[in-house]
């Protein structure tokens, strides 16, 4: 979200010098002050959301097209994050899963203290076939557990991506859930089965 925040902060401020037709420069630390500012009266510990890490600065500065070195740096500094289950299970309960993906709530001013974030996985992908209305920005995930054949390795390495997303693909535009606590262990593990469970409606 700070992201698109300061994209769209920057877009503003250069705005007069693109109507000039001339060539600008903008400046990132008037970007980073102008939508720093812009946040007033947060919560305890949200002032920390506002700090990018080295993954979001990469990916902000390149435009989300980093080099082939900065690419693999993200990879192997965002593995080193993944924690997956101490029991070494992945799969949940699918019909959680469910929830978990159609549910779009959590991190805003607006929730009551203890509401449980969702995934909102139904934003970017199409899971269940019989859901008429899913986002495209991600693939299409229907029959997910049919075309890795369910295999356990396959659905680790999909716990694994739920868990960071960039630790698989480097500027990936899915959130990384486990890495940045928006999902807990539970969560991750029943979207996990939701996409592999041979029962679920992904693989109907």
């Known amino acids: 979200m700070k992201n698109l925040i300061i994209g769209l902060v920057a877009l503003a401020l250069a705005a007069p010098a693109l109507a000039a037709d001339s060539v600008s420069s903008v400046d990132a630390a008037r970007v980073e002050k102008t939508v720093t500012s812009s946040f007033t009266n947060l919560p305890e510990g949200w002032d ?11 990916c902000t500065e390149t435009r989300n097209q980093p080099s082939e ?47 449980e974030a969702g995934g909102n996985c139904y934003a970017c992908h199409q899971l269940d076939p019989k859901e008429t209305s899913y986002g495209t920005l991600g693939p299409s995930l229907k029959g997910y557990g049919k075309t890795f054949k369910f295999t356990d390795e396959a659905a680790k390495a999909t716990y ?18 486990g890495t940045n606590h928006v999902l807990n262990e539970k969560q991750m593990k029943d979207v996990t089965a939701y996409l592999f469970d041979p029962e679920s409606p992904v693989n109907k």
């Open 48 to 58: 920390d959301r506002l700090k990018m890490d080295e993954a979001q600065r990469i």
């Open 69 to 115: 070195q900065q690419a693999d740096k993200i990879v192997e500094a965002e593995k080193a994050k993944v924690k997956m289950p101490d029991d070494g299970k992945v799969l949940g309960d699918w019909k959680a899963g469910e929830k978990v993906a159609q549910n779009g709530r959590g991190f805003q001013f607006s929730d009551p203290a203890g509401t």
């Open 160 to 177: 694994a991506k739920i868990f960071d997303a960039q630790a698989v693909l480097a500027c990936s535009n899915m959130p990384r859930f």
